[in-house]
């Protein structure tokens, strides 16, 4: 699989140590853990760190790039999954890199992706609609920055409704 992805306005690429300050920086802000289950807050450089040991070997991992600014993060590991510093949100950044991922893995496979978002993330909701993601469901989990359960709508996208819009 190709270790790097590029769009009209980014680059998608495997992440380097020198990625770990302004990533723990943006993802440490609570307006951004605040929507991630399994990130803590406070989060800082190790954190980072581990994060990146953890995830090497994984083929669909990127640090998201806008002109050499490393903006946030997207991957599937199991399910979709994307965050952003709060200084690039609305900006389009999350569905652009989301659509390069699916694309790249629709490439090698047919099996559907599975994501979900924070009840209350109209954002996050909004970028996998765009996509095509439809509800499946929704669950009750444990998230790590609020210090309690949220609940988690979790939504589906098979090939054949990527395709068809796409």
């Not at 609305?90 to 890199?97: C, D, F, K, L």
Request: hydrophobic share 40%.
């Amino acid at each position: 699989m190709t270790r790097t992805l590029e769009t009209e306005r980014l680059l998608l690429r495997p992440y380097r140590a020198s990625d770990a300050v302004a990533l723990a920086e943006q993802i440490g802000e609570f307006a951004v853990s605040q929507w991630l289950t399994r990130v803590p807050h406070p989060y800082g450089e190790a954190d980072t760190l581990a994060f990146f040991d953890k995830v090497a070997s994984e083929a669909m991992v990127y640090a998201v790039c806008r002109a050499d600014e490393v903006v946030g993060c997207v991957s599937i590991m199991g399910d979709l999954g994307y965050w952003y510093g709060a200084k690039h949100w609305g900006r389009g950044y999350a569905t652009e890199a989301a659509r390069a991922v699916v694309n790249a893995h629709f490439a090698h496979s047919d099996a559907p992706i599975d994501s979900g978002y924070i009840a209350g993330n109209e954002a996050s909701r909004n970028v996998l609609k765009k996509i095509g993601f439809v509800s499946n469901g929704s669950k009750e989990t444990p998230c790590l920055s609020r210090k309690a359960n949220v609940t988690i709508n979790r939504v589906i996208l098979s090939r054949d409704k990527w395709e068809s819009s796409a």
